[in-house]
């Protein structure tokens, strides 16, 4: 029972507050990456190596967002943040690799080069660094330790005995 107690009462704290709202604008940002990659798979399905698609790698890229974004969601925890971070930032990253230089095929992995912007593209990078800023908030956050309250029931030691 005490931990259900305490687990409220740091949910409702300040930093409680913003860890749930740095949780939910991870998520969304996941969330949005999830559907904009799924939504364009399709047109991508053409682009590939003899190995892989193209699309294959963006349904595979919604499946992770889709995955990080409800982990973030659900769990507190840094492996959460961290899965996050991986996910968004990575994908983020390759985003802007592929915009900027023209990468060759390599291996399963087709040229993913594509030097234009368009409305999904700059909705997925905005949502990817949303979400990957507030999953390194949320590993900061976690670093800091967490003020220790005296308990009321343990005899304090500024406390004079007879």
Known sequence: MTNIRSAQRSA???RGLVQLALRLICAAGLGVD???HLHLAANYDAVRTSALSEGQLFRLE?????LAGVFVLISARRIAA???VMVAGGG???L???RFVQVKAFGPIPSMYEPVWFTEKTLTAWAQAAATVAALALLALSRQPTPV???RHEPSAT???P
Not at 62 to 66: D, L, Q, R
């Open 92 to 94: 983020l990253a390759l």
């Open 62 to 66: 919604a499946g992770m967002a889709a």
């Open 159 to 161: 406390r004079r005995t």
């Open 96 to 98: 802007l690799i592929y």
């Open 12 to 14: 409702a704290s300040p």
């Open 149 to 151: 309250r005296p308990n």
């Open 34 to 36: 999830a559907y904009v």
């Open 82 to 84: 961290i899965a996050a």
